[in-house]
T-cell receptor
Framework: KAGVTQTPRYLIKTRGQQVTLSCSPI?????VSWYQQTPGQGLQFLFEYFSETQRNKGNFPGRFSGRQFSNSRSEMNVSTLELGDSALYLCASSLVAASNTEAFFGQGTRLTVV | DQQVKQNSPSLSVQEGRISILNCDYTNSMFDYFLWYKKYPAEGPTFLIS?????DKNEDGRFTVFLNKSAKHLSLHIVPSQPGDSAVYFCAASLIQNNDMRFGAGTRLTVKP
């Protein structure tokens, strides 16, 4: 059973640009959550999608957006990149949205904004 | 708004001894708690969880304790092994949704 796949693994962008990150959940999982990890801040919740609908949203500006497709794959977009957006972005998949059993994380996308 | 706090950024213990990682939360509505372990260049992996109706859950060398009145949970690893060296994140959530809140993590180093 394939795990959670995130692409790309590494990305370097310039301030002001926009970026799209992709996450393919485990087959059969319908919930995808996105997290930002920075040193000292830990994992901060961005948003969660279930069946193509955003169910929950964290405290991030509107520059951060996402979507989920019918095959449960999810994309996260960050527009007008800032230096502070440099972080490891992780996605996690779960079987159903209302589940609080373990979530399975991908390896993350390391975004560097210069 | 840091609803989940891990106040110790790092912890070093000797192999064979007990490792105790602590976590505090502020939202009394949280009713499910999890610990994740993260190695460098890998995503976090689930370790152990506990629901708010319990005060202890054990899985092999790992035990999680929950003190609801103090809004505190801890992870005990006994005996600690060098392979346990990793960053440990605690997380809290509401049963109804998938919105997990994580702490900043504690880097555990187990010395041989």
């Amino acid at each position: 059973k394939a795990g959670v796949t995130q692409t790309p693994r590494y990305l370097i962008k310039t301030r002001g640009q926009q970026v799209t990150l992709s996450c393919s959940p485990i087959s059969g999982h319908r919930s995808v959550s996105w997290y930002q990890q920075t040193p000292g801040q830990g994992l901060q919740f961005l948003f969660e999608y279930f069946s193509e609908t955003q169910r929950n949203k964290g405290n991030f500006p509107g520059r951060f957006s996402g979507r989920q497709f019918s095959n449960s794959r999810s994309e996260m977009n960050v527009s007008t990149l800032e230096l502070g957006d440099s972080a490891l972005y992780l996605c996690a998949s779960s079987l159903v949205a209302a589940s609080n059993t373990e979530a399975f994380f991908g390896q993350g996308t390391r975004l560097t904004v210069v | 708004d840091q609803q989940v706090k891990q106040n110790s950024p790092s912890l070093s213990v000797q192999e064979g001894r007990i490792s105790i990682l602590n976590c505090d939360y502020t939202n009394s509505m949280f009713d499910y708690f999890l610990w994740y372990k993260k190695y460098p260049a890998e995503g976090p992996t689930f370790l152990i969880s506990i629901s708010s109706i319990k005060d202890k859950n054990e899985d092999g060398r790992f035990t999680v304790f929950l003190n609801k009145s103090a809004k505190h949970l801890s992870l005990h690893i006994v005996p600690s092994q060098p392979g346990d060296s990793a960053v440990y994140f605690c997380a809290a959530s509401l049963i109804q949704n998938n919105d997990m809140r994580f702490g900043a993590g504690t880097r555990l180093t187990v010395k041989p």
